[in-house]
């Protein structure tokens, strides 16, 4: 019986390792060829067709241009050559190879995991023609010379790799619109997760050639400062076991809204990533901003202004101080280290955000908030991957702050991604948050990886923590994805099924679809999403046991109590880019007219023994708002390797609540913008 279980084994690691096996395209002359000739015999075909096709220019033959130009070129998931790059100084010459490459045909394209990919290749061109003729001849003649030689042309492009951090345990910056474009390439692998943001490259690089990506949006330039503002950064260094890039950044912007604000944002930036060895990538970035920003932002950032006379906190970035009389300023830092002892294991250790979801919003763990110190490890085998999340988070109001010190507390997180199928995922989420009672300081029952959070905080106190359940469902269809997120706080299955409006029935829902290369049209992403959550969710009775921190929700930007709608469209093409938004929905807020004080359920950071009734709420009750909200937004990609992005942006929001709400009045917004900026977060104004 072990002879048969060892064999049984043994068979399934040798399909295994037949299934990594990377396999060139293949051209339909080469078909019926033996799968050891299909590589020889695809660049075979392509010298045949590039030789014969191609003309050499008059002006070259007038000069009697004699010399080899290096042609980098790809095969794209679809079958499709597209040029990236070619060395000559000649424009006639470059344009005479694009030409040529037109007229290649769509082949098999390279698979990887039997799925299809980007593959790239260097084909060097001699000129005159005849000499890639009896070099053709020769190679036929010495076989081993010609593939050391193959491998030799392959390393030495890897070395000149422009993009050190795509082979590095590094995250890719989260931006939805970045996102967008991997998550389209990881939907059509069969083993993939895509719920736990950021990515991490190494992850991405199994199903996605990323140089190859950016190499087709290199532009030719032969100065310094054209190399580094279009194509690289500003510093790279690399030695034999080390590597490290340093890139100034910026996100210069001016505008105006309808209210005659004068806007601007003028942040300097300095952003360092590196690796030391394969295993341990490292990485810092430092933000020295001042902005004044439309006048809805500017009242919701005073609205969650800090204990201690900071006059705001911007959404998503920090503590703000007082700049000029009406502006603030806003410093922020934000790094980690990421450290992959084997390929199942990865550890990170710093001060930023995470993501939990596949979806525009999440109900889980969303980027609205501040930075915050984390610990997280992720664990990827199988058809699991597996992360536990510490953070320490702040409350910063008055009510909790003592001697000038902002209340701490702690949360813990589980999330398990198992793909179903190839199609079908599913998602698990726990949480819990607890704070330093009777000075517990960070409890080590939330240490274990693999427990319960709902009974660990059980056992330490029935009022010690905040537990919050979660399930995510995904399911994709050739270029269609749909998924959705449950979030429970707290609920009771008799009060769910009676219907009365139980105030402790607090959950959350969330549906969305994502459609990639919509209507055919390349580049083309369309996603709508709808999202709901009850009344009181989130919330807690003990202040600061909510999910929130620095004033700001942890999950969906408008906390809860609310219904909402979103449609996106997003485009690119080469280095254009379009992005268009509409949010729709109706939130019920708190009244502020001095005689009703009740908490109507949809402030997270409002007691909730404050509640207006037990039974009979609803979303939307209380001062209910409806909102719209419109963005459009074109732009240049400026560089690859940085994302530095040249922008203009218009957004318009009508607010129209039953009554002036304390931090809302009625308005309509409009706010015209543009400018410059270094994109490796996301802002979101859209509340």
Known sequence: MKKIILSFFFIFLSISAFSQVEKYPVFKECNTENISRVQNCFKEQVKKIIIKEFKIP???????????????????????????YVNSPYKELKDEVERVFKTLPKITPAKFNNHPIEMQFVF?????LENNLQQAIAKKEVKKEVVQSIKESVKTLNKKSLFPEHKSELNIPFTHAEYNSYDYYLDKAGNSHTAMKPYIYSEVTKYIDLDAQKNKLIKPTSTWFGKKLLNEHMAFVKGKDYWFTVDPGVDVQVGKDNYGINTFN?????????????KFSFSASFYESQGRFANYVNQYAESI?????????????????EYKSDAYDYPVAEAYISYSPNKIVNFQFGNGKNFIGDGYRSLFLSDVASPYPFFKINTNFWKIKYTNLWMWMQDVRPELTVDGAYKQKFMAIHYLSWNVTKKLNIGLFETVIWEDTNNRGFDVNYLNPLIFYTAAEFSTGSRAGNTLLGLSLKYKLNNISIYSQLLLDEFRVSEITSSNGW??????????????????????????????????????????????HNNQPLAHLWGSNFRETIGIARYTKDRWFANAKIIFGTKGFDFNNGTDTFSYGGDVFEDNDNRVSDYGNSI??????????????????VNPATNLKLFAALTFRNFNPDAPTGVFDKSNTTWFSFGLKTDVFNWNFDF
């Open 620 to 637: 939307g009750q209380g001062n209910l708002a409806s909102i719209f909200i419109a963005d459009l937004q074109l732009g240049y990609l």
């Open 266 to 278: 003028n942040t300097r930036s300095i952003h360092i990533n590196g690796g030391l060895g394969k």
């Open 58 to 84: 008059k002006n070259i033959q007038q000069e009697n241009f004699e010399g080899t130009i290096n042609i980098v070129f790809l095969v794209d998931n679809l079958g499709n050559f597209q040029v990236t």
């Open 305 to 321: 202004k800090p204990a201690g006379g900071n006059p705001a906190i911007i959404p998503g970035r920090g503590i703000a101080k």
């Open 503 to 548: 105030w402790g029935n607090k959950n959350g829902i969330q549906l969305g679809v994502k459609y990639y290369n919509a209507f055919n049209i390349e580049n083309l992403f369309l996603q709508a999403e709808y999202n709901a959550v009850r009344p009181y969710t989130y919330s807690h009775d003990e202040l600061n046991l909510n999910y929130g």
């Open 124 to 128: 060097p061109l001699t000129i005159p």
